[in-house]
């Protein structure tokens, strides 16, 4: 491959369906229904108490989340980055077989996505991810330059594509596992004991303070002038009694340096259930706030909401990019430009490995991670918390490998093909489908709209996703007759080429996924 991008004044086109490898667009909408499955829930519940489980739940409601849990969380958006990464390496090699320029055509493509992914955070809802996916971009396109340096020229193979991203994305395990080593070499079975026992005392203490909050809770004065429309004005109200409480508490912290050491144990033990009970105060703060903003009726203190928690979801971004979206990329990457997914047939025993390997490893680890990580023992010992959060959160990646390795293996079948093929408009129009999940759902929950914030069980959340899916494979199918990308895809793509892009499918233009 050549390791740098020719100046020419050639311009770039859209693929046409023949450019396309076709395994991508099932890919993508397989993608799309574990997306929704996923981000619906945090339609219903606040943001802000993100990835926590609902203990609460029993029935059905329970067995979806826990499922949902095991096949769903984590692996899809891992899945979706793996395929971006799969076509930055096509539009690269495409661009450079065409010898035109693709630097700054890209980083225009990515500065859209990163507009869009705002927009959709503000306006619609904060949990995108696609201004993620744009920054991970931009560093990815920032690691190709770096391989047009002639020093680093003879780097720039698909096998460094894929030593980096593996090298990042085994650093947190790595970092894990020398601190495991470090904690199991210096602390004995009775300092583990001692260390159990005292947690449970903690928890125990915890439980204390919070059924006393429950039985006495502060009293929420409103002026007999204010009308009540709804519960948001309480759960507004509640929020600034428990944000004055845990400003109170900071304040008296700050005031009074507190020596652990010479505590008693006793004392030891009131006190770190109350830094705990003051934790948890601040979050139900959070939820609390969040939920008043969409549980009310008007959009633009929601938008408002929205955009100042935006301000503070950036502060991730970089750290979440890099780590996770850049190395993910990396590997999407290495599997085209080392042909595995242009030629799979010539790579059967290695997508076999990927896909047999895959689901019953990345199966074993996500079942035995949800086990350890939701049983009760986990709240009074950290050591057995971080190691199931540890297995569930690697086999996230490898049953992710495995979903890849099935579909590329079931794509060479024909009945797969034909059984399947309403997948491929999904995935032709992603991020049309993406933003449209969340017109539709906070069309349903929040209060400016439908309203059903909090109250659509976890179970009934599932019937939902079926009809969103069913109307998108419906709309997708036949826009897709008349036009050849997706509302948003084509304005994404008008506004990296710097023009107008044609709309209107011309007849000719062959729109099957497969001969």
């Keep these: 491959m050549e390791n740098e991008f020719p100046g020419t004044n050639k311009e770039l086109t859209p693929l046409t369906n023949s450019n396309r490898i076709q395994v991508m667009d099932l890919l993508r909408g397989f993608a799309l229904i574990g997306i929704i499955m996923m981000n619906i829930e945090w339609f219903n519940r606040p943001v802000s108490a993100l990835l926590s489980f609902d203990y609460s739940l029993t029935g059905f409601d329970w067995a979806s989340s826990w499922l949902v849990k095991v096949f769903v969380e984590g692996k899809f958006y891992k899945l979706f980055s793996i395929l971006f990464g799969m076509g930055f390496a096509i539009m690269l090699v495409r661009a450079q077989e065409a010898d035109r320029k693709f630097g700054a055509w890209f980083t225009r493509r990515m500065l859209a996505l990163f507009v869009f992914g705002m927009a959709h955070l503000i306006f619609l809802w904060g949990g995108d991810i696609i201004h993620d996916y744009a920054v991970g971009g931009l560093l990815l396109l920032g690691f190709v330059l770096l391989l047009r340096i002639k020093k680093l020229a003879r780097f720039n193979t698909p096998a460094t594509f894929a030593k980096v991203g593996f090298s990042l994305l085994l650093m947190p395990l790595l970092v894990s596992m020398f601190a495991a080593l470090y904690f199991g070499v210096t602390r004995d079975n009775t300092v583990i004991t001692n260390d159990w026992q005292q947690e449970v005392s903690i928890n125990q203490q915890l439980n204390v303070l919070l059924q006393q909050e429950k ?20 759960i507004a109200a509640s929020a600034a009694v428990i944000d004055s409480d845990v400003e109170a508490l900071e304040e008296k912290e700050e005031a009074v340096e507190v020596d652990e050491d010479s505590m008693t144990d006793e004392e030891l033990i009131i006190y770190k259930a109350q830094q705990r009970f003051e934790r948890k105060q601040s979050r139900a703060q959070d939820e609390a706030k969040e939920t008043a903003a969409f549980t009310q009726t008007s959009y633009i203190e929601a938008t408002k909401y929205r955009a100042k928690s935006a301000v503070e979801a950036l502060g991730n971004t970089p750290t979440f990019a890099f780590f996770v979206c850049l190395p993910l990329f990396m590997v999407g990457y290495w599997l085209v430009a080392s042909g595995r997914m242009k030629n799979p047939q010539q790579h059967q025993s290695f997508f076999s490995v990927m896909c047999w390997g895959g689901l019953s490893i990345g199966l074993l680890l996500s079942i035995a991670g949800t086990f350890i990580s939701l049983h009760p023992v986990t709240k009074s010992a950290i050591e057995v918390r971080a190691g199931g959060q540890t297995i569930f959160y690697y086999g996230q ?42 017109i539709i759902l906070t069309t349903i929950f929040y209060g400016y709209a439908g309203g059903m914030f909090g109250q659509i069980a976890r ?3 599932m019937l939902i996703v079926v009809a969103v899916i069913f109307a998108q494979v419906v709309f997708c199918t036949l826009w897709l007759k008349f036009f050849r990308f997706g509302p948003l895809e084509w304005l994404w793509r008008s506004i990296t080429y710097l023009k107008w892009q044609p709309l209107r499918l011309e007849k000719k233009l062959d729109t099957s996924i497969a001969s």
């Design 459 to 461: 179970g009934q959340q």
């Design 215 to 234: 039985d006495n809770p502060k009293e929420i004065w409103v002026s007999k002038d204010t009308e009540i429309e709804d519960e948001s004005t309480l």
């Design 397 to 438: 990646f490898v049953l992710c490998a495995g979903y890849i390795g099935l579909f590329v293996k079931l794509a060479s079948k024909a009945w797969f093909i034909k059984g399947f093929s309403w997948l491929a408009p999904l995935g032709k129009m992603a991020l049309t489908n993406y933003i449209g999940h969340s």
